[in-house]
């Protein structure tokens, strides 16, 4: 069973940095397509960026891209979202997320298709 554990959470200045991780217990990540999510107060759940095995296959929403960077570390077997020049509207709960069980055809960027979540991790940008 796959048990995903975010921290790095906290707060920040607007234009500041923060690295969030997301460590996985059981199989190794790169088994599987792995992302980050985040729920804004007031708004539904959205994708952020997703990771399929390495770094040469990573995605991000537009909101996000050129600033935040998904990565992974197999010998910690932790995936890892760097956030660069946050802003306000990055303020959210940050979710973790695996693609483990489903195999048939996905997109990374539909929360649905993910079936192991981790418990979140707030980040809070001030202005």
């Known amino acids: 069973q796959v048990q995903l554990v975010e921290s790095g959470g906290g707060w920040v200045q607007a234009g500041g940095s923060l690295r969030l991780s997301c460590a996985a217990s059981g199989r190794s990540y790169s088994s599987y397509p792995m992302g980050w999510f985040r729920q804004r107060p007031g708004k539904e759940r959205e994708f952020v960026a997703a990771i399929i095995r390495s770094a040469d296959n990573s995605y991000y929403a537009d909101s996000v891209k050129g600033r935040f960077t998904i990565s992974g570390d197999n010998t910690r077997n932790t995936v890892y979202l760097q956030m660069n020049s946050l802003k306000p509207e990055d303020t959210a709960l940050y979710y973790c997320?695996?693609?483990?069980?489903?195999?048939?055809?996905?997109?990374?960027?539909?929360?649905?298709?993910?079936?192991?979540w981790g418990q979140g991790t707030q980040v809070t940008v001030s202005s």
């Open positions: 997320a695996a693609i483990v069980y489903y195999s048939g055809t996905y997109f990374v960027d539909r929360s649905s298709y993910y079936d192991c």
